[in-house]
């Protein structure tokens, strides 16, 4: 038996989600986002299970380039774009998808005679003030994209939603108001907007292309919301084992400073999981993981390779039984609560040291606790 920690990828999980993204945005195609090692997943073998997606995205060239190493011959997109020639070239040559979303950028594109043009998507600042054209001078700069003899005739319009997590914000109205505004102005054919939140809660912003990254993962972008809400599964389970259970006495107090103590007589149990392991550090005494299927809380400080748990409310637990921190039966969105985070932070925080392994979570759980 292995003891240390894993994370088990459910690709049957990540389809499902993917299907659940075509059942809400029917008249869209779908563009799914897998930065960050797909989030934290493997970007190669998410890739590699979502063929049926129309589009992949990352953020940068030495991502999309690894996927075409990887025999990845699909629409790629890069959606931070090119800093420098040499790195354009290179984007050429592998036939990557480009968003602009700088003059810098503009002038790089215009200043090399690439020996083929290529796609583009034209980035919209509607109000999210990080990157883009803003827009009430987009539509310039779609114009002058367009003459550049290096791009593809057509590029597309993409903006990004800044607040779509909170229903309350109108932003969002706003800022698809406004990309709607730039299309009309431009004549832009495609447009994108939509991020999962989009998908999920704004009709309005489901158009041409949507750009669905945490729920493909099946994890709610949504305040307060978990993927099952939507019928999303989660593609990975974050789990190890626990690897001492001690009987400690009323007054002891576990851990650094300390901070938790014992009200009474108890057993409490040692998981091997930490910081060091992208345990957030900052999930308190009271953050839940499943012993067995019992929740049981953490009691005092995360540590770099350990944390402990109380176990009076899983009786008969044992050094082996395996332990999950979020994922199968367990929601991220939660322990993202408790840690003052967001999913996201977790799933792609997950170090190199975790193995990431093909599984279905379910079946190896249950074998894993029979
Ligand atoms: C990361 C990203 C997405 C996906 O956002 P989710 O909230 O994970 O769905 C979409 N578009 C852009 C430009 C992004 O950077």
């Known amino acids: 038996m292995d003891f240390g920690p894993r994370a088990l990828i459910d ?20 563009m799914a986002v897998i930065k960050a090692n797909g989030y934290g997943h493997g970007l190669v073998r998410i890739a590699a299970a979502l063929g049926g997606a129309d589009a992949l995205a990352v953020a940068r060239v030495p991502e999309a380039i690894v996927l075409r190493r990887a025999g990845f011959a699909g629409t790629l ?3 931070e774009g090119c800093f420098e020639s040499g790195e354009l070239r290179a984007a050429a040559e592998h036939h990557l998808t480009l968003v602009i979303h700088s003059e810098e950028q503009l002038r790089l594109l215009g200043a090399e005679r690439l020996a083929r043009p290529v796609a583009c998507w034209l980035k919209v600042d509607t109000g999210m003030h990080r990157i883009g054209f803003r827009w009430d001078r ?21 903006s990004h939603l800044a607040s779509a997590d909170d229903l309350a914000d109108d932003l969002t109205r706003e800022q698809t108001r406004r990309l709607h505004a730039v299309a009309g102005e431009a004549g832009a054919e495609a447009l994108s907007i939509a991020n999962s939140a989009g998908i999920l809660c704004w009709p309005e912003t489901r158009r041409d292309w949507v750009r669905p990254g945490l729920m493909i993962y099946g994890i709610s972008p949504m305040l307060g919301g978990r993927g099952s809400d939507w019928d999303l599964r989660p593609a990975m389970t974050l789990m190890s084992r626990l690897i001492a259970v001690t009987r400690l006495k009323a007054g ?15 057993p409490v149990g040692v998981v091997a999981i930490g910081y060091g392991d992208g345990y957030p550090r900052h999930a308190g005494s009271g953050t839940p993981v499943l012993v067995g299927r019992r929740r049981a809380p953490i009691v005092g400080r995360v540590s770099m390779d350990m944390i402990s748990v109380d176990l009076r409310g899983c009786p008969g ?3 082996g039984d395996p332990v999950v921190l979020w ?15 967001i999913s996201y932070e977790l799933v792609c925080g997950v170090t190199s040291r975790v193995d990431i392994l093909e599984s279905d979570a379910a079946t190896v759980l249950q074998e894993a606790r029979a």
């Open 77 to 79: 997109v890069v959606l």
């Open 11 to 30: 690709l049957s999980a990540v389809r499902h989600n993917l299907e659940r993204v075509r059942q809400a945005a029917p008249a869209s195609r779908v």
């Open 317 to 319: 637990a044992g050094v």
């Open 138 to 158: 987009a539509a310039n700069a779609y114009r002058t994209l367009c003459e550049l003899p290096s791009v593809k005739a057509s590029p597309g319009l993409m």
């Open 252 to 266: 002891d107090r576990i851990g650094y400073g300390g901070i938790w103590t014992c009200p009474e007589d108890m």
């Open 327 to 341: 994922g199968e039966g367990l929601p991220v969105e939660e322990i993202a609560e408790h840690a003052g985070t």
